[in-house]
């Protein structure tokens, strides 16, 4: 298996260490500084040995090295600054977006493409549209991040462990995200049940705001060891062909009776990128919810026309 991951900040570099070590696949880095994805590659290689895995990684300013990649990951772009949004990239980066995918459909016109650049849920719209793949071959990571930050959070306040609960959120990689509460268990038990309503709110809004949480911390950057992992989970059950259930930033034509847009939702994923997309039940709050962040990326859509 080959993945291409395009740009080498922090999050491209991170996820291709990941990969080669967790012996996945050969790995292309590619970003458009002079030397840098070369310099972490070569740093990437030169811990195989200690490491134990035989998987190869070449680091090159070159996109044309993506060719006949099985998957290629897009995390190049601008990233946010203190007091950023996601949205306040969307134009540089729908540049950034539109180059790449041109370079995609040439050199590997039948890979899976995942997203990462932000606003991922309108760059991934966007990757869609420029590339002209069809909407199982294009996804963005978002959900899997956005519920494992819930979990976490949720395992702090609770004094639990992780693996004790159960979530999943949905719509929009940003503040109008959707934690589905009626669907939240710890230890099998109903969120509601555990953790009074107010304790609630505050988890889900320190959720929404994690990203922007770590943005402040680090000053010059915004996360990429969840995010990073958060992509892993996804290149895994493409790799392995597991038909997992995992909520990805996905082309909306009818589903939850949202059309023209990409949101995130429960998708079965495998070789062939979204096998499905799972409708489960929501509650008609949690419903109206996810058609208001639809609403608002169909708006940030529309800025690309």
Known sequence: MKISVIGAGNVGATLAMRIVESNMA???????????????????????PILGHEKNIEGTTDISKIKDSDVVVMTAGLARKPGMSRDDLIGKNAAIIGAVAQAIRINCPKAIVVVVTNPLDVMTYHMIKITGFSKNKVLGMAGTLDSSRL????????????????????????????????????NGRPLYEVLPKEKIEEVINKTKFRGSEIVEYLKTGSAYYST????????????????????????????????????????????NGINEIVEITLTAEERAALQESAQKTIEMIRVLS
Request: with cysteine; net charge negative; aromatic share 2%.
């Open 151 to 186: 979990i976490n959070i949720l395992a702090e306040q609770l004094n639990v462990e992780r693996k004790s609960i159960e979530t999943i959120v949905l719509a929009c990689h940003g503040d109008t995200m959707v934690p589905v509460l009626s669907a939240t268990k710890v």
């Open 26 to 48: 050969d790995v292309v880095l590619v970003d458009i500084l002079d030397g840098l994805a070369k310099g972490k590659a070569v740093d990437i290689s030169d811990a195989a």
């Open 228 to 271: 990073s992992a958060g992509v892993l989970q996804i290149l895994n059950a493409i790799k392995n062909d597991t038909d997992q259930i995992l909520p990805v930033s996905a082309y909306l034509d009818g589903e939850y009776e949202i059309k023209e847009c990409c949101l995130g939702v429960p998708v079965k994923i495998g070789r």
